[in-house]
């Protein structure tokens, strides 16, 4: 195989969670650019279908679909709108996310619950029933977006958001997990664990603690528009096929430092 078929994504079909904006369109970009039809989904359906329309430019096809994550219903839908256009599920990005800041002594219970249900639970969910069916074709990448947050505890300086940071950390064990489960049908779930950037969740953090965060990542400098773009279309492509289980830090060296 060579360099371009490594990374090819011809002839596949992406799930793309929270694919309307940030991080979700970024991927949902790269995936459509090496060949890929690719659905967007997210709570807001408007903007996943903007987003469709601009990847079909590419020349692939695309879906944009609304999506309440926590909703099982809503995930099987999805699924089954997919398998009813495309036949086949070959990627999954498990994207979508939410957070809550406050001090960990005062985080109000209903907001742990929320942000459990959007970055844990949704993740789950999506990937069983993506599982299942990824099992039966016998291949499929799942990709679950972790954060650097999810790594070990955080300088409140930095961030307070202890439910965030709890749930990323469940998302990063659950990839591990359902790696060993998968890997024997070659299915293989890996994870990224961003850094730090300027999308609409994470403007708020940086606009509050930007010379901290940046005094503690080596690269000196945040995500950029494409900094996710290669190491998605890696674990969604060929050229990942003997990673099983990893979680690949995109955060400008913060992870490193001891």
């Known amino acids: 195989?060579?360099?371009?078929?490594?990374?090819?994504?011809?002839?596949?079909?992406?799930?793309?969670?929270g694919g309307g904006r940030g991080l979700g369109e970024q991927i949902a970009t790269i995936f459509a650019e090496a060949g890929a039809n690719v659905v967007v989904c997210s709570r807001n359906e408007e903007t996943c279908k903007d987003i469709s329309k601009r990847l079909e430019e590419k020349g692939v096809r695309s879906l944009g679909l609304g999506c309440d994550v926590s909703r099982q219903d809503d995930i099987a839908r999805v699924v089954e709108e997919t398998m009813k256009e495309f036949g086949r599920i070959d990627i999954l990005v498990n994207n979508s996310g939410t957070s809550w800041g406050a001090p960990a002594l005062e985080m109000p219970v209903d907001k742990w619950d929320k942000v459990m249900d959007i970055n844990l639970k949704a993740v789950f969910l999506f990937s069983q029933a993506v599982g299942r069916i990824m099992k039966e074709q016998g291949s499929g990448k799942i990709i679950n977006i972790a954060s650097v947050a999810g790594i070990g505890g955080q300088d409140p300086r930095m961030m307070d958001a202890i439910g965030y940071a709890t749930s990323k950390g469940a998302v990063i064990t659950l990839t591990k997990d359902f790696a060993v489960k998968l890997a024997p049908y070659n299915v293989h779930v890996n994870a990224i664990a961003p850094g730090f950037f300027p999308t609409k969740m994470g403007k708020g953090?940086?606009?509050?603690?930007?010379?901290?965060?940046?005094?503690?990542?080596?690269?000196?400098?945040?995500?950029?528009?494409?900094?996710?773009?290669?190491?998605?279309?890696?674990?969604?492509?060929?050229?990942?096929?003997?990673?099983?289980?990893?979680?690949?830090?995109?955060d400008g060296g913060m992870s490193a430092l001891v």
């Open 1 to 17: 195989m060579n360099g371009q078929d490594l990374f090819s994504l011809k002839g596949k079909t992406a799930i793309v969670t």
């Open 205 to 250: 953090v940086i606009d509050h603690a930007g010379e901290v965060i940046l005094d503690r990542t080596p690269a000196r400098r945040f995500g950029s528009d494409d900094d996710m773009k290669g190491p998605a279309l890696f674990l969604a492509s060929g050229a990942s096929d003997y990673v099983f289980g990893h979680i690949l830090a995109v």
